[in-house]
């Protein structure tokens, strides 16, 4: 009796998707994977692909799990590659890539091509396990299809055409309030701002700060929904980024760890102390420029270390500040002027103020006022350079499309040194009568 109604059932299914395939695959929606992925294993491949086709991604992923590989294989190469990237994206690794090897040949590299996005797009960050639905579902369908997958954290639900474009997205508030046979075409929100799947991340986290949203869906070029990116997955990349920066900024690495193997550590440091070293020699170069000056008055060699501190300092406080304004796309490459000129003033009033109090430390301890002028004036120089330096530096190497954090540091700290120690040594070259 069991066989013969099981029978009937199927045999009434396959009524219904050759007359009504709409129906069916909005039946198919809310079957579960199981029932869904029993009916296609058994359907004729050309048949099963068409209804397939008609499923919203996730749906069809699910199905696809239930099916024998050999199945999956042959409704995979009845599809277009490019709705069928976004179902396998929503796989577990191991089951996609499962999938894809048992496919083999060009249509998997097709498959994984397709798949692949830049380091650091919206497509690459995005969480593929988007739940959608189609334009005749009911909020009742949501409530079933949350029971389901109840682990999730959702805050909104998205609707899309048969072609997997998207239309719109439903807040899960406004799913729970709805009757349960009210249409979620009659509460979808239209205008929910969406992301390219190529897009930065930078430019990602400024529509959803724009926006005031917590989920932005991420669409292809011809507006298939491929997944969705949360606001709190976001702010954890930036976090690892920005203690990524930290390192790479002093000359460590992204990859080393506190517990690294000491030659992997020394392997990703050297390097960049060699670096580190040329620029000292062309520091130390400036220096012996005025060996002449420095012999003549020893007092300069004692000073040197003050000027090219505040330099330094001055400089680093403008790079943490223009870094963090490039990170968090405050400012663009195209403001550089705007920065430098404010970092140039910083400098200006912070060297005079710095000056005076430097000039009035040194002529209380030399009692010479020609050497308090000549590290009060050359304090200002150096600190101005110095800010300018770190307003300029990284947006320079933004425009070069070099990362900022790896460099930056270490182009400062040469400019800064050479501009600290040119100015003291050169203005008290000029004004050596004042200090006799």
């Given at each position: 009796?069991?066989?013969?109604l099981q029978?009937?059932?199927?045999?009434l299914?396959?009524?219904l998707?050759?007359?009504?395939p709409?129906?069916?695959?909005r039946w198919l929606?809310?079957?579960?994977?199981?029932?869904g992925?029993s009916?296609?294993?058994?359907?004729?491949?050309?048949?099963?692909?068409s209804l397939?086709?008609r499923?919203?991604?996730?749906?069809a992923?699910?199905?696809?799990e239930q099916?024998s590989?050999?199945?999956a294989?042959?409704l995979?190469?009845?599809?277009?590659?490019m709705?069928v990237?976004?179902?396998?994206?929503?796989l577990?690794?191991?089951?996609?890539e499962?999938m894809?090897?048992?496919?083999?040949?060009s249509?998997?590299?097709?498959?994984?091509?397709?798949?692949?996005?830049?380091s650091?797009?919206?497509g690459?960050l995005?969480?593929?396990?988007?739940?959608?639905?189609?334009?005749e579902?009911?909020?009742?369908?949501?409530?079933?299809?949350?029971?389901?997958?109840?682990?999730r954290?959702?805050?909104d639900?998205?609707?899309?055409d048969e072609d997997g474009?998207l239309?719109?997205?439903v807040?899960?508030?406004?799913a729970v309030?709805a009757?349960?046979?009210?249409?979620?075409?009659?509460i979808?929100?239209?205008?929910?701002?969406r992301?390219?799947?190529i897009?930065p991340?930078?430019e990602?986290?400024e529509t959803?700060?724009?926006?005031?949203?917590a989920?932005?869906?991420?669409?292809?070029f011809?507006?298939r929904?491929l997944g969705?990116?949360r606001q709190?997955?976001?702010i954890?990349?930036?976090?690892?980024?920005a203690?990524?920066?930290?390192?790479t900024?002093?000359?460590?690495?992204?990859?080393?760890g506190a517990l690294?193997?000491?030659l992997f550590a020394?392997?990703?440091?050297?390097?960049?102390l060699?670096v580190n070293?040329?620029?000292?020699?062309?520091?130390?170069?400036?220096?012996?420029l005025f060996?002449?000056t420095i012999?003549?008055?020893?007092?300069l060699?004692v000073?040197?270390?003050?000027v090219?501190?505040?330099?330094?300092?001055t400089?680093a406080?403008a790079?943490a500040?223009?870094?963090?304004g490039?990170?968090?796309r405050e400012v663009?490459?195209?403001?550089?002027?705007?920065v430098a000129?404010k970092e140039?003033?910083?400098?200006?009033i912070?060297g005079?103020?710095v000056?005076?109090?430097t000039?009035?430390?040194?002529?209380?301890?030399?009692r010479?006022?020609g050497?308090?002028?000549?590290?009060g004036?050359?304090?200002?120089a150096?600190?101005i350079?110095?800010?300018?330096a770190?307003a300029?530096?990284?947006?320079g190497?933004?425009?070069?499309?070099?990362d900022?954090?790896q460099?930056?540091?270490?182009?400062?700290t040469?400019?800064?040194d050479?501009?600290?120690?040119f100015?003291?040594l050169?203005?008290?070259?000029l004004l050596?009568?004042?200090?006799?």
């Open positions: 009796m069991s066989a013969l029978s009937i059932q199927l045999d299914a396959r009524r998707m050759d007359r009504h709409g129906e069916a695959a929606e809310t079957a579960s994977a199981r029932e992925g009916l296609l294993e058994r359907e004729d491949p050309a048949r099963a692909a397939l086709r499923l919203t991604a996730d749906t992923a699910r199905m696809l099916m590989a050999e199945r294989r042959r995979i190469t009845e599809l277009d590659p709705r990237a976004p179902v396998l994206s929503r577990v690794p191991a089951t996609r499962r894809l090897k048992h496919l083999g040949g249509l998997a590299d097709e498959l994984r091509t397709l798949m692949r996005y830049p650091g797009s919206a690459q995005m969480d593929p396990n988007v739940v959608t639905f189609r334009l579902a009911t909020a009742g369908d949501v409530i079933d299809r949350l029971r389901e997958i109840r682990s954290r959702i805050q639900v998205f609707l899309a474009k239309i719109g997205s807040a899960l508030q406004d309030l009757a349960p046979g009210d249409r979620l075409l009659t979808v929100r239209r205008d929910h701002p992301g390219q799947a897009a991340r930078e990602v986290m959803l700060e724009r926006e005031g949203v989920t932005l869906p991420v669409v292809d011809e507006g929904l969705v990116l709190r997955q976001l954890e990349v930036a976090q690892r980024d203690s990524a920066d930290l390192v900024m002093v000359g460590a690495s992204k990859e080393e690294s193997p000491p020394v392997r990703k440091r050297l390097p960049w060699e070293l040329l620029t000292a020699f062309l520091a130390a170069s400036v220096v012996g060996e002449s012999a003549r008055f020893t007092a060699a000073l040197l270390p003050v090219a501190g505040q330099s330094g300092n400089g406080q790079l500040v223009t870094m963090r490039l990170a968090l663009r490459t195209r403001q550089w002027m705007r000129t140039l003033l910083v400098g200006a912070n005079v103020a000056a005076l109090t000039s009035l430390a040194v002529y209380l301890w030399s010479s006022l050497l308090a002028v000549v590290i004036t050359s304090m200002v150096s600190m350079i110095a800010g300018l770190g300029i530096i990284p947006m190497l933004t425009i070069l499309r070099q900022p954090a460099s930056s540091s270490i182009v400062l040469t400019v800064t050479v501009a600290g120690f100015s003291f050169g203005i008290a070259t050596a009568g004042m200090l006799g």
